[in-house]
């Protein structure tokens, strides 16, 4: 039996190497990225290499063949944060047959999602005082910016079929509505207040600020 399990065990390893080996470089660096993202969103710089091996299902020193270093794998992970890939792709499968406050809440809910990704590894660079190997410029496509551009695109989508009804074209009023969401996120972490829920916030937007039993002045 013990020779059984020790063959077992063998073969179990001898499968890993191979998945290893068949993962081409720029494969594997990125698979290691995957897994180390939410790690340094849960425990920050404190993450090791070792649990991010594990989380990958490799062995640790697999990531000392494509990063030379932790640092370089934080930078790298930093980087494939800056990009809203998958919060466009989340946006793009919202139904437009779904009442308009819900596609929005949705919208913010993917918006909040890549921003808060975003920060969580801005602020652990930071707070090692380090300097990412290359820090897109503002007009580079990966910078944030262009990347919240590409999400109000998304939700522009979104408010399509409410078009004629618009006071704004979509884009306008997605860009709006994503200006109101990031006061909001900027309100919690400047001034420690809680955030107004996505639903309250999308209320605000659609309805304005007056309740109807207020009238216009």
Wanted: aromatic fraction near 4%; glycine fraction near 8%.
């Amino acid at each position: 039996m013990t020779n059984e399990l020790l063959s077992a065990g063998d073969a179990g390893r001898a499968a890993a190497r191979r998945r290893a080996l068949a993962m081409s470089p720029q494969a594997r660096r990125e698979a290691i990225v995957a897994a180390a993202i939410p790690l340094l969103r849960e425990r920050g710089a404190a993450v090791t290499t070792g649990q991010i091996a594990r989380a990958a299902g490799i062995a640790e020193g697999t990531i000392f063949r494509v990063f030379a270093d932790k640092r370089e794998l934080l930078s790298s992970a930093l980087h494939a944060a800056m990009s809203a890939d998958d919060e466009v792709a989340r946006i793009g499968q919202v139904r437009l047959d779904v009442p308009l406050a819900d596609r929005l809440v949705a919208g913010l809910a993917a918006t909040n999602d890549y921003q808060d990704r975003l920060w969580a590894l801005i602020r652990i660079v930071r707070d090692l005082g380090w300097q990412p190997e290359h820090r897109p410029s503002p007009d580079e496509p990966q910078h944030p910016r262009h990347q919240m551009e590409r999400i109000g695109d998304a939700i522009a989508r979104l408010l399509e079929p409410e078009r004629a009804a618009l006071r704004l074209e979509p884009r306008t009023a997605a860009r709006l509505l994503l200006g109101l969401a990031f006061g909001n996120r900027i309100q919690e972490r400047g001034a420690g207040e809680p955030p107004i829920a996505a639903r309250q916030l999308v209320d605000l937007f659609l309805h304005g600020a007056l309740c109807e039993a207020a009238g216009h002045a």
